[in-house]
């Protein structure tokens, strides 16, 4: 089996991460692979620093059409078996390019990990064209994305869904870091501390923590919340913190390398998404142990049962938000006790290890079917 990854991403977010986790777990099982990513990506770095197989080429827009060429020249010369497209320009691209290898077209394998619905930007209908033609399986990170495609038309028998994993072993032996962070970011010792991990967005929904923050300082005026991460929308959080009169309590540290030891220091996790295909975040704090106050949105429910690994609350009420916060932080031997049992879910159903081998199944399904002529 010779398989071709293409991520488009020039930065790194918790899509990229799964491509890692995915091509070391198919190099473990023998799979022969190679990514075509970003020559300037930070995937494409730490992808050659785990000794995996890249391809560094440009790839400039959805319809990139000398890129296209490139991946079906290469998909003639190496024989490549299968294309997984893990973004949005590489779906486009990929499709093209197995178009355009003529011959025998390799299998095309599509990761999906957004729950909003394909025609939510349609323009003359594109996206499901985009969706429909040329594309053997769509892999969906959630059972919500999957049913979201299906109400938006698409067959069953072309979705299939793969839980993002996490490699546990990032999360041992994590030193504690407390007290250099308390320094760091002016927090008083003994005071808890909120944390969210996420690329600063509006489905991410970080203005409703802001919205929130009142409340829970209110009742706990030495509290502090940090929002941990960049992105378009960073300036007006900042803003909206400096209107509420919680400035100096609400801490915007940016992007940051140091998560796991980050996560550990929370006192509580919170992850305040409209939309969220995963949220593969949450599976990181409960890794750690870390008790989460999350919404339920996406695929957020599938990875938590609320009041036994955390505590779910509607998205978009800062109001409800807020009160689960304060319940986690008045109430620890719970809060502790939904942390461990979130980490033993973490352990049976939600590993690095399982996604790949699941997603290799998929592979090896889809290529049996296609040789036994049942794939056209």
């Known amino acids: 089996m010779r398989v071709l990854h293409v991520n488009t991403e020039r930065t790194w977010r918790g899509g990229e991460q799964q491509v890692l986790y995915l091509m070391r777990g198919l190099?473990?099982?023998?799979?022969?692979?190679?990514?075509?990513?970003?020559?300037?990506?930070?995937?494409?770095t730490r992808a050659e620093q785990c000794g995996l197989a890249v391809w560094r080429r440009s790839m400039r827009g959805e319809v990139d059409l000398p890129a296209a060429w490139a991946i079906a020249r290469r998909v003639r010369e190496r024989g490549v078996?299968?294309?997984?497209?893990?973004?949005?320009?590489?779906?486009?691209?990929?499709?093209?390019?197995?178009k355009l290898a003529g011959g025998r077209r390799p299998a095309t394998v599509v990761s999906r990990r957004v729950d909003f619905s394909i025609h939510k930007r349609r323009v003359?209908?594109?996206?499901?064209?985009?969706?429909?033609?040329?594309?053997?399986?769509?892999?969906?990170?959630?059972?919500?994305?999957?049913?979201?495609?299906?109400?938006?038309?698409l067959g069953p028998g072309r979705l299939g869904v793969v839980h993002s994993g996490i490699d546990l072993g990032r999360f041992e032996g994590v030193v504690d870091r407390g007290a250099?962070?308390?320094?760091?970011?002016?927090?008083?010792?003994?005071?808890?501390?909120?944390?969210?991990?996420?690329?600063?967005?509006?489905?991410?929904?970080?203005?409703?923590?802001?919205?929130?923050?009142?409340?829970?300082?209110?009742?706990?005026?030495?509290?502090?919340?940090?929002?941990?991460?960049d992105g378009e929308l960073l300036p007006a959080l900042k803003a909206q913190a400096a209107e509420l009169g919680v400035a100096e309590r609400v801490l915007f540290p940016g992007f940051r390398t140091d998560v796991p030891a980050l996560l550990r220091w929370f006192d509580v996790f919170c992850m305040p998404s409209r939309q969220e295909g995963l949220g593969t975040a949450v599976l990181d704090a409960l890794a750690l142990r870390r008790p989460v106050v999350a919404t339920a949105a996406g695929g957020i429910p599938?990875?938590?049962?609320?009041?036994?690994?955390?505590?779910?609350?509607?998205?978009?009420?800062?109001?409800?938000?807020?009160?689960a916060l304060l319940w986690m932080l008045e109430h620890k031997p719970q809060a502790e006790a939904m942390g461990a049992a979130g980490r033993a879910r973490v352990e049976a159903e939600f590993t690095a290890e399982r996604m790949a081998q699941a997603t290799l199944d998929e592979y090896r399904r889809l290529l049996g079917a296609r040789q036994a002529g049942a794939v056209a």
């Open 27 to 44: 190099a473990a099982a023998g799979v022969e692979q190679e990514l075509l990513c970003q020559p300037d990506g930070v995937l494409a």
């Open 81 to 98: 078996d299968l294309i997984h497209m893990h973004t949005s320009h590489a779906h486009t691209l990929g499709v093209l390019g197995a």
């Open 124 to 153: 003359l209908d594109f996206s499901r064209q985009k969706y429909t033609w040329g594309v053997d399986r769509i892999l969906c990170v959630s059972e919500t994305i999957r049913r979201v495609l299906l109400a938006d038309g």
């Open 180 to 229: 250099d962070y308390r320094k760091e970011f002016g927090v008083p010792a003994g005071a808890p501390v909120i944390g969210n991990v996420a690329h600063c967005a509006a489905h991410k929904a970080q203005a409703d923590l802001v919205a929130a923050a009142p409340a829970v300082l209110e009742r706990h005026p030495e509290a502090r919340l940090l929002v941990v991460g």
């Open 302 to 323: 599938e990875m938590i049962d609320s009041g036994r690994h955390g505590l779910l609350v509607p998205p978009g009420d800062p109001p409800a938000l807020a009160q």
